[in-house]
């Protein structure tokens, strides 16, 4: 498809702000994201470009921007080739306001199956596929249904203070009458984590506010709003629902990550290390996540789901 009339950012066509560009669109529950291919590296656009194409109402629309790139091109892409020669590709990830984030565990679900569409890799089920990000090396695992991403190891922010309590910082939030504590994760980026008490609560936020967090993480935060279920484990399995305002982006209809730090942090505070697996349910379907030992004896998190190309496109001349 080709794009039929002229859209538009603050005056000028989209054309002219990014140039001829193909694309496609796709999303991992309901998590959105723009796609790239750009094998020959020559379309390294600006934080303002991509907030054009991202821009809803007078862009494409999406959650981020994703540019296939080959991991030769980039910095953090060679490094990454140091250690695994396979890592041929590079996923290139930017936020809806075009500022970089480390990584997206629903934009590598997309990434990857955005690879196999434009048959830049072959992947059949039950293969793994290695992917340079800039939180690293990621490992992804097609499955009958979607993929698996191996999220490497979690950590705590402030691991004193997780450690001592559970609870490390205050989120000041819109819809919620008083400041609540929050444990910070991270999953190669930073999330807050907070919990609310019930249904009501957590439908009753707006978060197309920014959340107050103090401490505020060096590089800003997601931060993730979580309901625990009950009971919390049925089955061996935990289960939690889960809202998020996105750094960069605003409230989004599910986060990867998110919901790997939400699950780090509900199984902290219910002191339920030996729970294995978790079903994490967000506005955009369910995500599946699982705790394993990794490489070195570290735990890591293995993150599940589905991810969907909805359509293409090209920006060209009218």
């Known amino acids: 498809m080709s794009i039929t009339e002229p859209l538009s950012t603050q005056g000028e066509s989209l054309l002219a702000v990014a140039?001829?560009?193909?694309?496609?669109?796709?999303?991992?529950?309901?998590n959105d994201f723009v796609l790239i291919s750009d094998p020959d590296d020559k379309h390294d656009?600006?934080?303002?470009?991509?907030?054009?194409?991202?821009d809803r109402r007078r862009g494409i629309g999406g959650d981020g921007l994703i540019r296939a790139v080959p991991s030769e091109s980039?910095?953090?892409?060679?490094?990454?080739?140091?250690?695994?020669p396979e890592a041929r590709w590079f996923m290139d990830y930017r936020n809806a306001d075009g500022s970089i984030s480390e990584?997206?565990?629903?934009?590598?679900r997309v990434f990857v199956h955005f690879l196999v569409s434009e048959k830049l890799v072959d992947l059949q089920v039950g293969t793994e596929l290695f992917i340079g990000t800039r939180a690293g090396l990621k490992v992804v695992t097609r499955l009958v249904d979607g993929y698996s991403v191996d999220m490497?190891?979690?950590?705590?922010?402030?691991?004193?203070a997780a450690g001592k309590g559970g609870l490390d910082s205050?989120?000041?939030?819109e819809g919620l009458p008083d400041p609540r504590a929050a444990l910070s994760v991270s999953m190669g980026n930073p999330h807050t984590v907070v919990a609310v008490a019930s249904q009501t609560e957590l439908g009753g936020l707006n978060l197309f506010a920014i959340p107050v967090v103090d401490p505020l993480p060096p590089h800003g935060t997601n931060v993730e709003y979580v309901l625990p279920a009950e009971p919390l484990v049925e089955g061996g399995r935990g289960a939690l629902r889960m809202r998020v305002h996105e750094r960069g982006v605003g409230e989004t209809l599910s986060c990867g990550t998110g919901a790997c730090a939400a699950a780090v942090a509900t199984r902290h505070w219910a002191r339920a290390q030996d729970v294995a697996n978790w079903e994490v349910t967000v506005p955009g379907g369910v995500l599946g996540v699982r705790f394993a030992p990794g490489a070195g004896g570290a735990e890591h998190v293995f993150l599940s789901g589905p991810a969907v190309l909805v359509t293409r496109g090209s920006i060209s001349e009218v």
């Open 19 to 30: 140039g001829p560009l193909s694309y496609a669109k796709g999303h991992g529950t309901g």
């Open 45 to 54: 656009l600006s934080p303002e470009q991509i907030a054009a194409i991202c």
């Open 74 to 84: 980039l910095a953090e892409g060679r490094e990454i080739l140091e250690a695994q």
């Open 103 to 108: 990584m997206c565990g629903n934009g590598v």
């Open 152 to 160: 490497g190891p979690w950590e705590f922010i402030y691991p004193d």
């Open 170 to 173: 205050v989120v000041q939030t």
